[in-house]
């Protein structure tokens, strides 16, 4: 038999299930679930994901072909029961056809609704109807999308304006009304006989009056949908992959724009910005489809604590909000109630925060979608630990909840409380999406992404935004719109991004073409700061600074129970006690890598490390490196004491010397005068330090190799400020690590000159401390021969950012001019420097783990690359075995619970 392509749904009866995704899609595999569990849903059909793969391999014609019999069957299966006949001029039967992916990408592929509609048909649906304003709005509404989506009549930039909004203007105009359902039968008459011009003009053809020919044209579109811009842009963004496809969903249309006893709708079982358990969302009376997300009308709220706390918010009064912005409880209260009923049968069916979208046709409730919402970082956290609490879920199942990315979020700045309180407030919105975010003003995606890449924090403010702005909203600080509610497409979008969003802020009076928003009476310029806080609303004039941001009683109530499961460590890197107290507080133990060279760059220190490379002889060294001591040891003593009794690697001295002299002609003049030297020697030794390739050249252990007074200072500064610790009763775990190993005689001298350096400093002192002694691994043949080198070395640590750069032989300092293109070209799915390559790198990894294991058993080994605060790279030190990953201090938390995750779904 051939394979199935096409599912049916309807009349509670579904060929597919919720756990179908991947062949039906999200939102097909969702309304075949809600058919089961007894949610109304206008009946339909999916046709599966590998279709739109066989259509890029095989074009329209042939899987038009494919698809006929199965798609001509089902579409008798909907005509059965909506007892109406699809393209029939008395009794006509209106379809939508829909994408759906298998993650949600909301807004990012085309729809097209009241598809099967013609001249005859439109007079037909009159008659059946009753109702000549719907029928023909429907039909201006379908000509349009049509047009746009099927027929390439939508521009692809900016500057040209829709042709189909065009039209609508000028009979606005010409007719003197300013909203569009002020227009009369007559008017959507004249537009859909300008519409049909238009397209003529266009393609030079006629507007295609056969239903078939019309479902079949759109199907095939919403497969290019998958491929087009803007779509391909939000998979980058979110790690989906091309190969999957779009599945396309045929549904019999029910219609929100029959009248005052009609409506459509967007709502959540649960905030998705906060996270509170509140049932909220929008609707419009006598609106269809994408009116309430696109933000042409400003949408009212569906419960009346919503639109009580929107009215609050707009300084709306209690009496204008009953009688001009009621809510949907107080409007239709029966239907609201079954709204609820049903809101709640979804989120406990699928036990998470649902996102639904529904209509009502003259009294009626019909569902169109429910999926997983989208949710900042904090409601995602609070959400998992309140169905925890509800007991709806259990506790592997909260953690594996929140993606660790996520709680980069919660980490974020937010206004500092005396600056906002000193802060001029201009205006207010919507509270779209929580945050502070402060920056200059534009006005263009493209400009945002400009400006951003000229080094300038920006804020976006719009009009409205919309699928072709996302490029610009991901590098803006935050997004303020004037139109719009809190389901417009720049709410979801930038709650998706975890990115600061103000909508709705009606005071605006955006000037595009003078490039000015005026907000009662004042004016600001593109360039002008601005601030917004997307967890108020507020609008401010000018910079207001930010500080760091609280974590809740949630968060930390989360990464207790991250411990709970986890097996890993998660240590920190940090050079300063400041870094290693921000990482004791976020739950690091410990430290994996303390990089030394920076406390070399400050003040007087840069000179004696200067004086140090540029000597003459060792004796020189020695005397620049005795003024070094002092200071390297006060910078070990701060960081021990921040992170007293965890243990501390510190890495000995690792980059190229030539990074530390001076390259400039005042900085020499400096030097020659402060040595007593001449400038041409000074000039002479630089030149000599030049290296063409100083990734692979005197750097890591081969500068103690050569200059073994270097690390003889280094374990001196190490030491003596453990042991001086140690006077004041503070413990220390001390970890000395030789970088850039290769052969294991490396290793061997490096660790001779710390071990009786030590025995000289013990016995100077009368006193000793235990410490390690152990090796980066970061070069393949280290890894390679790990055996050998564990023989000597107490501990590994991978420091794979040296250790991808060797392995690929990409340099990471050149990479940029090539990366690009392999991404592009699929080359690299993803750039090795940010996630671990399991593959390649991981492989060297896990062999000199095992190697180094085989004869030493308890070789303590660890990470400490970027590598150590990615998720999915710390999943796999996880599988390995590892002891411990390290990462940045603000990464701890996801590295954290990317742990825990990892030693659950084992
Ligand atoms: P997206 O994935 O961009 O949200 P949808 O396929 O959900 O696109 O369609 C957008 C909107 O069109 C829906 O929210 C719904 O309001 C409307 N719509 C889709 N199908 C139907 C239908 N069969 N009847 C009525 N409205 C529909
Ligand atoms: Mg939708
Ligand atoms: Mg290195």
Not at 219 to 231: I, L, P
Request: glycine share 8%; with cysteine.
């Amino acid at each position: 038999m051939d394979k199935k392509r096409v599912y049916t749904f309807g009349n509670g009866q579904a060929e597919g299930r919720a756990d179908m995704k991947n062949l039906l899609g999200g939102k097909g595999a969702n309304l075949a679930e809600m058919n089961l569990i007894g949610v109304p849903v206008p009946p339909g059909f999916t046709i599966t994901t590998e279709v739109c793969t066989e259509y890029y391999e095989l074009g329209h014609n042939k899987v038009v072909a494919l698809l006929k019999k199965e798609v001509e069957q089902a579409i008798a299966h909907i005509e059965t029961l909506m007892r109406s006949k699809f393209g029939d001029v008395e009794n006509p039967l209106l379809v939508s056809v829909r994408s759906g992916a298998r993650a949600s990408m909301p807004g990012m592929m085309d729809t097209i609704l009241n598809l099967g509609l013609n001249d005859e048909v439109v007079e037909g649906l009159t008659r059946k109807t009753g109702n000549a304003r719907f029928a023909w709005d429907s039909y201006r509404r379908f000509v349009q999308m049509y047009g746009d989506v099927v027929l390439g009549m939508k521009p692809s930039n900016k500057e040209e304006i829709d042709p189909f909004e065009e039209i609508i203007e000028e009979v606005k105009h010409a007719k003197g009304v300013k909203l569009d359902n002020e227009l009369k039968v007559e008017d959507l008459k004249e537009l859909v006989a300008k519409f049909k011009a238009a397209v003529k003009e266009r393609t030079g053809k006629d507007f295609p009056a056969s239903a078939f020919e019309q479902l079949w044209g759109a199907v095939c579109a919403v497969f290019n949908s998958w491929m087009n811009e803007r779509a391909i842009l939000y998979r980058k963004m979110e790690g989906i992959p091309d190969e999957w496809g779009t599945a396309v969903t045929v549904q019999a249309m029910v219609f929100g724009n029959m009248g005052e006893t009609s409506a459509t709708g967007v709502c959540f079982s649960r905030d998705a910005g906060t996270g509170e358990d509140l049932f909220n969302g929008e609707y419009l009376i006598n609106a269809q489809g994408e009116d309430v997300v696109a933000g042409i009308r400003t949408p009212q709220q569906i419960t009346l604590i919503g639109s009580q706390r929107w009215a609050a918010l707009a300084g709306v009064s209690e009496e204008t909000r009953s009688k001009c912005y009621p809510s949907m409880e107080e409007a239709m209260p029966e239907i609201y109630a079954e709204l609820d009923r049903l809101q709640t049968k979804l989120e406990n069916h699928y036990r998470d925060m649902q996102d639904m979208e529904f209509t009502v046709q003259e009294g009626k409730l019909w569902f169109l979608q429910t999926r997983n919402g989208k949710r900042t970082g904090a409601a995602m956290v609070k959400i998992a630990m309140d169905l925890l609490h509800q007991g709806m879920i259990d506790e592997k199942t909260a953690i594996l909840r929140v993606e660790p990315n996520k709680l980069d979020e919660l980490l974020h700045p937010v206004f500092d409380k005396i600056a906002l309180s000193q802060a001029t407030v201009l205006t207010r919105g919507l509270p779209a999406s929580p945050g502070a975010a402060t920056g200059q003003i534009v006005f263009f995606a493209d400009d945002a992404a400009e400006w951003h890449a000229a080094g300038k924090k920006v804020v976006m403010v719009r009009l409205e935004t919309s699928p072709e702005d996302l490029a610009g909203m991901q590098v803006a600080q935050g997004i303020l719109t004037a139109r719009g509610g809190m389901t417009s497409h720049a709410a979801v979008v930038a709650r998706g991004m975890g990115k600061c969003c103000v909508s709705g802020a009606g005071a605006l009076n955006i000037d595009y073409k003078a490039r000015t928003v005026e907000i009662d009476g004042t004016v600001l310029k593109e360039g002008d700061f601005i601030s917004i806080n997307g967890s108020t609303g507020e609008v401010y004039q000018g910079k207001v600074e930010t500080r760091a941001a609280e974590l809740s009683g949630d968060f930390s109530e989360l990464m207790k129970l991250a411990d709970k499961y986890t097996k890993l460590q998660v240590r920190t890197n940090a050079d300063t006690p400041h870094d290693a107290a921000v990482a004791r507080n976020f739950g690091a133990v410990g430290i994996g890598l303390c990089r030394t060279e920076h406390m070399f760059f400050e003040g007087e220190k840069i000179k004696a490390m200067r004086e140090m490379i540029l000597a003459v002889d060792a004796e020189g060294r020695r005397k620049a490196l005795a003024k070094i001591l002092p200071y390297q040891q006060d910078d070990f003593k701060g960081i021990f004491k921040a992170m007293q009794g965890y243990p501390v690697t510190v890495r000995l001295l690792d980059p190229p010397l030539h990074e530390f002299v001076p390259h400039d002609l005042k900085g020499q003049e400096e030097m020659a005068e402060a040595m007593g030297v001449t400038l041409a020697y000074i000039q002479q030794r630089v030149e000599s330090l030049c290296e063409h390739n100083p990734m692979l050249g005197h750097r890591g252990c081969r500068l103690g190799n050569t200059y073994p007074e270097i690390t003889q200072m280094q374990t001196r500064a190490i030491l003596g400020a453990a042991l001086e610790l140690k006077k004041e009763g503070i413990t220390t775990i001390p970890e000395i690590m030789v970088p850039l190993t290769g052969i294991v005689y490396e290793f061997n001298e490096q660790e001779k000159v710390i071990r009786s350096e030590a025995e000289a400093l013990f016995a100077e002192k009368g006193t000793r401390i235990e410490f390690k002694v152990g090796t980066m691994i970061e070069i393949p043949r280290a890894a390679l021969t790990a055996n050998k080198i564990a023989a000597s070395a107490e501990f590994f640590s991978f420091g794979t950012n040296d250790l991808t750069q060797m392995t690929f032989g990409y340099s990471r300092d050149d990479i940029a001019s090539f990366l690009p293109v392999y991404l592009e070209k699929k080359i690299l799915k993803v750039d090795p420097f940010q996630v671990l390559d399991q593959n390649g790198v991981g492989q060297l990894v896990r062999m000199a783990t095992e190697k180094g294991r085989s004869v030493r058993p308890d070789l303590k080994c660890g990470i400490c690359g970027e590598h150590g605060g990615e998720p999915s790279s710390v999943k796999f030190c996880h599988k390995v075995g590892l002891n411990y990953v390290s990462c940045s201090p603000f990464r701890v938390p996801i590295a954290r619970l990317a742990a825990a995750q990892a030693a659950i779904e084992e």
